[in-house]
């Protein structure tokens, strides 16, 4: 699957839903004026005159431009103010949709069986997909089986479960629900199934204006109050706009659903653990019992609420046609099961089996991988072939969740306690750049003694044995894994760390590579969490404006990999046709003197706003770039999944392949 086209067709949806949504506000604004003339007739009548028989009163006037203005006028504002509401309550991420729905933030270091299997298995679908690691919620007051992916971006996703999924799935079969979860972030459902919760609210608000004067009362008995009829009326009319909204949510949602399964299936490669959820929730139930279920019934993983009428507006294809889709051999029948009932829960001390991982066709034994050159498990890290990169992006495979998984289990004790506790995480930043020299090394542990605390010193100091040892092709993974924890961090506490973590990239007198991506990473991720930055929105739709800053990724990536002038030449000439753009005038190679850090960060910025065929065209550009020479070096990947990470685009780990 094309992730670029996944986008774009998301993209496209949404075009679909402003045309569903402006359908939906003209036939509600037809109606209420027509509820509206109506109602003025017969109140200006009945003022004016006392009629024995209503066939006396004066005919209805159908038209009345000022009063359809005024209508047309309510009804927008009321929508709009509405949508503009539920948007702004939303506006900080999958969190706030989550918490909505009554989710619990499961602590990144629990030691609960059930909680811990779920979060091995969220970071293990992370570190495969190349997405940072979400934050994980539970829904405890729910006993049905089912779960949700929500968020504008990568920094802000959720993955929420309610309990009953938690603690009823096996754990293959939870792979199989987080791997749909997943595909939903990495195809671009997630943003638009967000947004969509904000419009639909608006639309909803009618009918709630209908309860409010259905209950309203007259301060004149005698007068006939004509407020709970209005009621009444604008409660069809908000059922009307309920259909519409269940229309949007259907029309978004149900095709998405079936590639979602399908993502998931082609991940894991084990269509039995999702045919196995499936079955469960044809066998119990995926209802949800909170009373805002119907404004995100679109997220969730299965139908969250009733049966709507022959199903006709359902957001999800029947649970029979999705298991069919995956497993064609099902014997139709459903599997009766209890919340209660024991599963293989996977205890976080379990051993899992050893298998082997290709890269680039070799077996190697991954802990050599991890745990650093030497003895007799690996040389050295293998080189990386361009011609892997592009297809895997946003399209894991099943031996990137392989290789997840071993890698997971091979990490250091302290390194995997490390990613899971928010102030050890801050910890592992810092060991990841603290300096080997002795000197410098004491300077620096003082610095963040005085800055942040002696304990996060002392525990920096601590780890940095063990990320000395780790392979380099475990910094940017575990860096990933220790974003959840982050993200629980204070916003004192954040400012500290981010403060601190400036200061020792610098205190060396000079920013690395490596120090740049883990800086830009971690700055991405974190600092719309802490309000310190906006959700990135698209401003460019054609490659013209963004030629220089093109010139300027491409030209850090020649001269990264190079330092002959003429092989950096033909790195360049390489990538450069792979842009696509009409006007080559100002693509130009740049000298490595203006390929600086800073420099490159604006152009970053401004390349992340662009729409998903340039950053396609970019990235491709980038990938024959680093690989004119036949090979991807570390460096060179750092710095590729780094600009890969800044666009949005979700690179799973470089080199593992059939």
Same mark, same amino acid.
């Given at each position: 699957?094309d ?6 067709k998301?993209?496209?949806k ?16 037809l ?12 109140t ?9 028989d ?14 359809? +203005?005024?209508?047309?006028? $309510? ?15 939303l ?10 729905l ?5 602590a ?9 299997k ?9 570190? +495969?997909?190349?997405?940072p ?8 007051d729910?006993?049905g ?54 419009i ?33 009326l604008? /409660?069809?009319?908000?059922? /009307?706009?309920?259909?519409f ?13 079936? /590639? ?20 469960? *929730? ?17 997220l ?13 507006? +359902? ?7 999705r298991?069919?889709?995956i &497993? ?14 024991? !599963? ?6 379990r051993p899992?089996?050893r ?5 680039? $066709? ?37 031996l ?10 091979a ?16 910890a592992l930043?810092?060991?990841? *750049? ?36 780790? $392979?380099?092709?475990?910094?940017l ?11 629980q ?10 403060r ?18 883990l ?14 930055a ?19 990724i ?8 190079s ?18 753009? !009409? ?8 000298p ?12 970053l ?24 020479d ?7 990947a ?5 600009i890969? &990470?800044t ?9 593992v392949?059939?």
């Open positions: 699957m992730f670029f086209e996944q986008q774009a998301a993209q496209r949404t075009k679909w839903l402003v045309f569903y949504f402006t359908l939906a506000v003209i036939s509600m604004i109606m209420i004026y027509g509820v509206a003339v109506f109602a003025s007739t017969y200006g009548a009945s003022r004016h005159h006392r009629y024995e209503y066939s006396q009163m004066p005919p209805i006037n159908y038209w009345d431009p000022k009063l359809f +203005a005024e209508v047309a006028l $309510g009804t927008i504002i009321v929508i709009f103010c509405g949508s503009a509401y539920k948007t702004m309550a506006a900080s991420g999958g969190g706030a949709v989550a918490e909505s009554g989710g619990r933030l499961l990144s270091n629990t030691n609960d069986p059930d909680e811990r779920l979060l091995n298995v969220v970071e293990e679908m992370s570190i +495969a997909s190349g997405v690691m979400p934050q994980v919620y539970v829904l405890d729910e006993r089986i089912n779960a949700f992916a929500a968020g504008h971006t990568t920094s802000d996703a959720v993955v929420a479960v309610t309990r009953g999924c938690m603690q009823t799935l096996s754990r293959d079969e939870l792979q199989g629900v987080i791997g749909h979860e997943f595909s939903h972030i990495l195809n671009g459902d997630m943003k638009l199934n967000v947004r969509l919760i904000g639909l609210f608006g639309i909803f608000c009618l009918a709630t204006i209908g309860r409010i004067l259905l209950y309203a009362r007259s301060s004149n008995s005698r007068d006939k109050n004509p407020l709970p009829l209005i009621g009444i604008l /409660l069809v009319i908000g059922s /009307l706009g309920l259909f909204g269940r229309l949007i949510q259907a029309a978004v949602s149900r095709q998405r659903e079936f /590639l979602a399964d399908a993502s998931s299936v082609q991940f894991t490669r084990n269509p039995a653990g999702l045919s196995g959820a499936l079955q469960k *929730i044809g066998g119990s139930a995926s209802h949800l019992e909170s009373p805002h279920a119907s404004d995100a019934s679109h969730f993983f299965a139908n969250g609420l009733a049966d709507s009428l022959f199903g006709a507006l +359902a957001t999800h294809p029947p649970l029979e046609q298991i069919k889709a &497993d064609p051999n099902w014997d139709g029948k459903f599997q009766v099961v209890n919340v209660s009932e024991e !599963t293989d829960s996977l205890a976080p001390n899992r089996e298998r082997p991982v290709f890269v680039d $066709g070799k077996m190697i034994i991954l802990g050599g991988a991890i745990l650093g050159a030497g003895e007799d498990q690996i040389a050295a890290p293998p080189v990386i072939k361009s011609r892997y990169v592009l297809p895997n992006l946003g399209n894991p495979t099943p990137h969740l392989r290789y997840a998984e071993d890698m997971r289990a990490l250091p004790e302290n390194l995997k306690l490390a990613v899971r506790e928010p102030l050890a995480a801050v930043i810092y060991a990841l *750049i603290l300096s080997a020299d002795g000197k410098l090394h004491v300077d620096q542990l003082a610095q963040i003694a005085k800055s942040v605390s002696p304990a996060v010193a002392e525990k920096t100091d601590a780890l940095f044995a063990d990320v000395a040892k780790t $392979g380099t092709t475990a910094r993974p575990l860096v990933n894994l220790a974003l959840g924890a982050l993200k961090l204070s916003t004192e506490q954040f400012q500290n760390f981010s601190t973590l400036s200061w020792l990239i610098q205190s060396d007198g000079e920013v690395g590579l490596f120090e740049f991506v800086q830009k990473i971690v700055q991405r991720h974190l600092a719309p969490k802490f309000g310190a906006n959700p990135v929105t698209v401003q460019f739709y054609t490659l013209k404006p963004l030629v220089p800053d093109c010139a300027l491409l030209s850090a990536l020649a001269n990264v990999g330092n002959d002038a003429g092989e950096i030449q033909k790195a360049f000439d390489t990538g450069a046709p792979f842009l696509r753009t !009409t006007d080559d005038s100002e693509l130009v190679l740049q490595d003197e203006r390929c600086g850090i800073d420099q490159v960060g604006v152009a910025d401004r390349l992340a706003q662009a729409v998903p065929i340039i950053k396609k065209n970019l990235l491709e550009a980038c990938a024959h770039v680093v690989g004119a036949g090979v991807i070096q570390e460096s060179e750092e710095l590729l999944r780094a890969s &990470d666009l949005d685009c979700p690179m799973p780990p470089l080199g392949t059939e």
